[in-house]
């Protein structure tokens, strides 16, 4: 029997635009807290006792900079948006232990709708 492989996941977004830089970022100087977030998920896993079987994943830009701080939950192409710690810890116990989706955390569909096969990207682009 080998070692199991993760059954999730969560590539969470640690993207810091540089100071000034008018376009927002997951990890912001203005936001304090979201510079602890990864470090704050990882011991929420760790309490749990589910770090072998949850990978947490610092990521860089996930290309929904407005919407953050983001985390991407797989399987199930899950973005998690405007993240605090008291909704990493709803995540935690609602979605990676109880298999349930924290949906008023959810990306709107509008900015992550379907996703689209390389094959038929190709064939918009004329390629």
Request: overall charge negative.
């Amino acid at each position: 029997m080998g070692i199991p492989q993760p059954a999730f996941y969560i590539f969470k977004c640690e993207q810091s635009a540089p100071p000034g830089m008018p376009k927002p970022s997951c990890v912001s100087q203005n936001n304090p807290e979201s510079q602890q977030l990864f470090q704050y998920l990882a011991q929420k896993l760790m309490q749990e006792g589910v770090m072998g079987t949850v990978q947490p994943i610092r990521t860089s830009c996930l290309n929904r900079c407005q919407m953050g701080p983001v985390m991407l939950v797989e399987p199930g192409h899950t973005m998690y948006v405007g993240l605090t710690k008291e909704k990493i810890d709803r995540i935690v116990k609602e979605h990676i232990l109880g298999g349930k989706v924290v949906e008023e955390y959810v990306i709107d569909p509008e900015f992550w709708d379907e996703p689209i096969s390389p094959a038929d990207m190709k064939k918009q682009m004329g390629m």
